[in-house]
């Protein structure tokens, strides 16, 4: 690994698709398997958290989780009168009346329900303007819990991926990414060289700029097929300037060979290296969807060699 | 697939949406065969790519572009004469758009949603909204019976991509029928693409009782992705087999339908549900 990663700042490498499907998480969870004996950690961005055949497959052990709280968001007190005038102040179409009966005070609706408006967790921005401007103060601002968070130690060997099992559509925001990686760092951090790899968004995420600010080293994974080029340049543009190494891998390349020509050229252009990606094999994907671990990958099986030849590179 | 057909207003479109629980599960090609499929049935057909960020659909397609055209929303204005630099306003931002510093209030742009909070708080004055471009969009022609819509965000913009998926599904209007490919996850941006549709086609690789919040289940065609080919939901249409070849003729084509097999069957199905719903609401 490069002089970046030792001490309390371990290298943190983010594998991240042009688009979403490239096939960047399993080639980042693969690189993370093959790095042997060291404190490596895994984050991974999605938000549904690790699938149990995707844990098995390397060889994790049992999650143990802490609540994780999101930004700031909205939340409507007893103290409303019913106005609705947050509704109109709400741009995001989050603040809803639930009364059958439009214009009714609140404590007049039913005894039950002491507000006639709602807040919808998933639409509210957590901008605060709602809290801001209620004539009668009724709106706080709180930070939910959103999820939780799982560190999940391996089972074989001193390594731990870091995941997060956010509720049903909540998505990672910059602040819950960045404390996944805060995390996959620290854990990073007790065995100097060990690397962080962060992976699970694409390119095509609002967060990805922000990401590739808060990594070291950017492999940007692509696979040939139509418009590949065209998103690999967008993803250049919004990696441009932001990170200290951008290097390109192409997965299932060998699939339409005269695609990966024209993505060479355009690393070429713009003097990015270029790194062979992982060849289409079904052992990869079945061990991924059965959870055998990914470990136990014959010696000689490509993707095994593609990925040692890519970590060389990094 | 049996559940009865939801009467829609005359003049509105059947709309159709295409997610999926995460990003490789063929959701675009999906989107793109089953606009194709109903277009060579009769129905004029507009594929709306809801995807700002990266539109991925129109490449698979050979399509003449009309003009752009700018998509703008407000976005603040300091008046630096009328400014006291007091704060209040980056004070009051919860997404740092806005920085008190020596020579003023600085404004980023990119972190900016749009509130509208910073004009309201500000004790001057000093802060005007102005309608700024957040990104483009274009409408093209594939042939006869098939149009797309698509925007693309500006890299200075792209916190907006629900607010600009929104703005794609409300401009969307004039067609028949409309096939939505949505980005993947369930996500604000993902949910806004499917809001009021009549049907969403959901790649999932998960157990099929994690939800899917922002529309009735009734209303969610489930398909087992390629990722789990081993599990039988009575949804399922398509049966991805997983197979290398399958994988290769997808990759290349940017299609399912052009793979053969049971892949290509199901699309071909499902296809034809999807027609007859959609005949069955306009007649």
């Known amino acids: 690994m490069g002089e970046a990663g030792h001490g309390m700042n371990p290298q943190t490498i983010l594998v991240a698709g042009v688009r979403p499907g490239t096939g960047a998480t399993t080639l980042a969870a693969l690189l993370w398997s093959r790095i042997r004996s060291r404190a490596a950690s895994l984050v991974l961005l999605r938000p549904e958290g690790l699938p149990d055949a995707f844990r098995a497959a390397l060889e994790l052990g049992t999650p143990e989780r802490q609540p994780l709280e999101g930004r700031d968001q909205a939340r409507i007190t007893e103290a409303c009168f019913g106005c609705g005038s947050c509704a109109l102040l709400c741009r995001f179409g989050a603040i809803r009346r639930t009364s059958a009966r439009p214009g009714a005070f609140a404590a007049h609706v039913t005894e039950n329900a002491p507000t006639a408006w709602t807040i919808d967790p998933l639409s509210c921005t957590g901008c605060g303007v709602c809290a801001r401007f209620c004539p009668s103060g009724a709106i706080v601002l709180r930070q939910p819990v959103i999820g939780s968070l799982e560190i999940i130690p391996g089972t074989s060997r001193n390594a731990t991926a870091v995941a997060a099992a956010l509720e049903p559509g909540r998505e990672h925001d910059l602040k819950t990414a960045l404390r996944l990686i805060r995390e996959g760092r620290s854990l990073a951090s007790a065995e100097p060289g060990s690397p962080v790899f962060v992976t699970g968004v694409s390119a095509a995420a609002p967060i990805f700029p922000d990401l590739c600010a808060a990594s070291s080293r950017l492999v940007l994974v692509t696979a040939p097929g139509p418009g590949a080029a065209r998103h690999l340049e967008t993803a250049l543009v919004r990696a441009h300037g932001r990170t200290e190494t951008i290097r390109v891998a192409i997965s299932f390349m060998e699939q339409d060979p005269e695609a990966a020509t024209h993505i060479e050229t355009v690393c070429q252009t713009r003097g990015i290296d270029f790194l062979r990606g992982l060849p289409y094999t079904e052992s990869l994907h079945e061990r991924l969807r059965d959870g055998r671990p990914l470990d136990a990958l014959p010696a000689e099986d490509p993707v095994r060699t593609a990925a040692d030849t890519i970590l060389s590179f990094l | ?283």
Do not use: K, Y
Not at chain 2, 48 to 53: F, G, K, Q, R
Not at chain 2, 56 to 83: D, F, K, M, Q, Y
Not at chain 2, 92 to 113: H, K, M, N, T, V
Not at chain 2, 210 to 218: A, I, M, N, R, S
């Open chain 2, 1 to 283: 697939m049996t559940d009865p057909v939801r009467p829609t207003a005359s003049g509105r479109a059947f709309s159709v949406a295409v997610g999926a629980r995460h990003g490789g599960l063929g959701a675009t090609a999906l989107a793109v065969d089953l606009a194709l499929l109903l277009a060579d049935r009769g129905i004029a057909a507009l594929l709306v790519d809801a995807d700002p960020l990266m539109p991925a659909a129109a490449a698979r397609l050979e399509t003449a572009w009309g003009e752009e055209i700018g998509v703008a929303a407000l976005s603040p204005t300091v008046n630096h004469e009328l400014c006291q630099r007091c704060g209040a306003c980056s004070d009051f931002c919860a997404f740092d758009a806005l920085e008190l510093r020596e020579a003023g209030i600085r404004f980023f742009p990119d972190r900016c949603i749009g509130c509208g909070g910073c004009r309201r708080i500000c004790p001057s004055r000093a802060i005007t909204e102005t309608q700024r471009l957040l990104g483009t969009a274009r409408r093209g022609i594939v042939d006869s019976r098939l149009s797309v819509l698509e925007a693309r965000l500006a890299e200075d913009a792209l916190g907006w991509s629900a607010p600009m998926t929104a703005w794609l599904r409300q401009s969307a209007r004039p067609a028949p029928f409309q096939m939505i490919r949505a980005v993947p996850g369930i996500g604000r941006t993902a949910r806004e693409a499917w809001r009021g549709v009549d049907r969403l086609v959901f790649l999932d690789d998960a157990a099929t009782d994690v939800p899917v919040p922002g529309l009735e289940t009734d209303r969610i065609i489930r398909i087992p992705s390629r990722a789990a080919p081993r599990t039988e939901p009575g949804a399922g249409m398509i049966r991805f087999d997983g197979s290398a070849e399958t994988a290769r003729a997808i990759l290349r084509s940017g299609r399912l339908a052009s793979s053969g097999g049971s892949v290509a069957d199901g699309v071909h199905r499902l296809a034809g549900s999807l027609a007859e719903l959609a005949g069955g609401a306009h007649g």
